[in-house]
C-alpha cells in the first residue's frame, strides 16, 4: 500500500527529522515529525502526514554513526513491502549531533518496537548494523587508523626512546577508540525486538 495522507489523530509525536526513499546527500534537513499510532507509523513530509499500516513493514534497521568532536547520531530505517524506505534521524537539522534529539530517538526506538502487534513482528526482520560490504570498509579504515595513529607511533617511541611519539600513541588512541566502537555498533546482525542491542542507541 502506498503512503497516503492521513487525518487520524497521533498517538505519540516525536520532533526527529525524516527522509523519504533517497540516498542522496542532504546538506540540510527539512522533514520534521515522525508518530506512532494503533494502525502504524506516521510522518510529515513536505507538509503532508503520511502513514504506512504496520503489515506493510518487512525490515527495521537501526545504527549510529560517529561524528568527530561531537558524538553518535542514530538513524532507523524502516523498509516498507513495495520498496519504498523511511529513515528517521536523530541529527539536527544540518545533520549534527543533538543531545535532546538522542534522546528523543532513543525514546522512538523502544515505543516503536513496543507497539508493533505481536502478529506482525514475526513478518519484519529486524537487522542492527550497516551492511556486510560496507563493513568491511569500516574496519579496514579502524584497523589502518589503529596501525597509524597508535602502532607506528608506539614504533618510533621504542626506537627512539622518546617520549614525543609515545603521546602521540596515547592521542591516537583516544581518536581511534570511538571509530572501534562504531565498527562493533555498525555489523550487521539479526536481533530480538524485545531487547532491543545498547549499540545502536547514540
Known sequence: MNASASSEIPAAEYKLFVREDSARFYLKN???GVYLSPKGIGWFAGGEARTRDWAAIKRINPQIAFIPKQGNIGSCRVAFA?????TVL?????GACDEERNTEYGRFLLDLHR???SDVRSTIRFES???KGRHVAMTAVFVIAVLFFVILPLGLAVYLRAL???LVALAGAG????LYRVTEAAQPAAYDPAQIPDSVFP
Open 30 to 32: 527539512h522533514d520534521d
Open 175 to 178: 581518536f581511534t577508540w570511538p
Open 90 to 94: 536523530s541529527a539536527s537539522k544540518w
Open 164 to 166: 614525543e611519539p609515545l
Open 129 to 131: 548494523g550497516v551492511d
Open 82 to 86: 513495495d520498496g519504498k524506505t523511511l
Open 115 to 117: 507497539v508493533i502487534p
